[in-house]
């Protein structure tokens, strides 16, 4: 076997073969601090009768560790002799996990996470909280939920740092609050508690803290308070995304006299003393600051800019720019395409995350996050989210590319020569002609969403279906041929989880049709006991209720 034939994740920037073979159980001897590798992590390995690894330091030797760990899975025959030079594209490496919609996973599950994350040489994790962690005296927010406590935070953050990762800090200090909010101990903090325009659709409150109301960054004090108290990382995603209500209530007086940017902006620089006054690096996100440039001036430039988009053409270098010019660092964090989907959306998340990659590189960014989120009950089946895992990992280490396929198969799901990255891609893609822009009808391109998951769920009522009767057949004609194609991993859990994913898309072409004129719709009762039997093999109970609840409010397809 050649090094150049092997399915590497990441793979790797130069390999070559040399004259004879070698051996890659061999242990390696490991010569560090060699001038010649001031590149992020970078390392060689030169494997021949002996195997050597050289690198500047620690970070670089992990690396190479870890493909030769790979190296070693992958080659089942005689190896020929080796080198590899590598380097990554971004030194930060990250990965987000909404745990606050719904689903929250098992401890367990959670460092199975974590030792991934690492053998794809990701270096940074954050679990996204608005409510679900367990802070002290706040019992009535997080009480029905199992969430995630301090202690669990110690022990993750211990494994995190075994394995060479860094756990950051996050907890939204800003927007996306209802759960707090609605609360009668709470309910003062709101901006507002009325309707007000959502980025174009209408939304009840309440949503946002009142920039205003002292009383908000007492409670974002406690809450960075007791999240140092576990972590002991330096960095801390403040959030603050999304605050479009901010100026319809309790800060409208403030924001008609000085502006939205000034109150915004004096707002999130207090959420950034207090995470430096506890010794953190504050990070956020960079929609509402891009959107309003005159706060790039009135903002703490020490933040880290945290600039987000999960569309194809999402990421502009016109606004890492306008950051740069401002003295930010940023960070660029394209999405998995998983959430709002059952399916994914595979051409969306080849190109979001390849041309976030391009563009950070293009632009200095220091950073490359790829996040996943959970919106209306995180339905996706967790493959869904793995197969994006890996495209990220080979996009934040090489600076753009898709994963090789048969590197997904063996060194994400374990299953190797299994196809499941292939098919799991032709799934993603199953709907795709639905989600394109239709010149005809006059819709526009379907963002943040797969055709499968806004007919049964559109993002507001304004929204229009898509698809004919004859559209939608075709495309359940597509799923008929991907079921005669189901790999069949030797993980049952594995298997079950793929089924589900097509039995999900299978129930909303269905649906389709019925509604343009086709068959009734059947099967409901079966998903939903199958999504709440899945669900209890990798998250914890609570959550379980309200995801179902949103197919239950379908109300079609049920047995009657």
Request: hydrophobic share 40%; charged share 20%.
């Amino acid at each position: 076997m050649r090094i150049e034939d092997l399915p590497l994740l990441p793979t790797p920037r130069i390999r070559e073969s040399l004259p004879g073979l070698t051996d890659p159980g061999v242990k390696p001897v490991i010569e560090t601090a060699v001038a010649g590798f001031a590149r992020h992590d970078e390392y060689e390995i030169v494997a021949t009768n002996k195997i050597m690894i050289r690198a500047q330091g620690d970070t670089g030797v992990r690396a190479a560790l870890q493909t030769l760990s790979q190296i070693r899975a992958s080659a089942t025959s005689e190896l020929q002799a080796f080198r590899i030079r590598d380097w990554a594209a971004f030194a930060n490496r990250g990965f987000m996990l909404d745990v606050s919609r719904d689903r929250i996973p098992t401890m367990p599950e959670l460092k199975k996470l974590v030792s991934l994350l690492a053998s794809l040489k990701y270096n940074h994790l954050q679990l996204y909280i608005e409510h679900t962690f367990a802070y002290a005296g706040h019992e009535a927010v997080w009480g029905s939920f199992d969430p995630i406590m301090p202690e669990q935070i110690g022990q993750l953050e211990s494994c995190c740092n075994k394995a060479g990762i860094e756990l950051a800090a996050n907890q939204n200090c800003f927007g996306h609050l209802a759960h707090w909010l609605k609360h009668p101990d709470y309910s003062h903090l709101a901006e507002t508690h009325s309707r007000f325009d959502f980025f174009g659709m209408s939304r009840e409150g309440p949503f946002s803290l009142s920039p205003t109301n002292p009383e908000s960054i007492k409670l974002v004090r406690d809450w960075i308070t007791q999240l140092r108290e576990c972590h002991h990382g330096s960095w801390f995603n403040i959030g603050c995304d999304e605050t479009a209500d901010v100026g319809t209530g309790h800060s409208k007086s403030r924001v008609d006299q000085l502006g939205y940017a000034r109150v915004y902006s004096d707002y999130i620089n207090q959420v950034a003393d207090v995470c430096k006054e506890h010794s953190f690096k504050p990070m956020f996100w960079a929609d509402i600051a891009a959107s309003n440039p005159e706060s790039l001036s009135l903002l703490d430039n020490s933040m880290t800019a945290l600039v987000w988009g999960y569309e194809p053409d999402s990421m502009k270098g016109e606004t890492l720019a306008a950051l740069s010019d401002h003295g930010f660092g940023s960070w660029v964090c394209p999405g998995t395409s998983c959430w709002r989907s059952f399916t994914g959306r595979t051409a969306e998340r080849k190109a979001n995350i390849h041309s976030a990659a391009n563009v950070g590189v293009e632009n200095g960014c220091t950073g490359f996050m790829l996040t996943a989120w959970g919106d209306l009950g995180h339905r996706q089946q967790w493959p869904i989210t793995l197969r994006a895992i890996a495209d990220g990992a080979q996009s934040a280490w090489t600076g753009g590319g898709a994963a090789n396929q048969d590197a997904v198969d063996m060194h994400v799901f374990d299953s190797p020569a299994s196809g499941i990255a292939d098919w799991l891609d032709e799934l993603g893609d199953a709907d795709i002609a639905l989600r394109k822009e239709d010149t005809d009808t006059g819709l526009p391109r379907l963002l943040n969403a797969s055709a499968f998951f806004h007919e049964l769920h559109p993002a507001h009522e304004s929204i229009p279906s898509r698809g004919s009767l004859k559209q939608w057949q075709h495309i359940r004609n597509r799923l008929e041929s991907l079921r005669g194609s189901i790999p069949a991993p030797a993980d049952r859990q594995l298997a079950r989880e793929l089924a589900h994913s097509l039995r999900c898309a299978e129930f909303a072409a269905a649906t389709a049709m019925m509604r343009r004129g086709g068959p009734v719709a059947t099967g409901l009762d079966d998903l939903i006991a199958e999504h709440e039997s899945l669900w209890l093999l990798r998250s914890r109970p609570a959550g379980l209720e309200v995801s179902s609840g949103y197919y239950r409010a379908l109300q079609v397809g049920r047995a009657t």
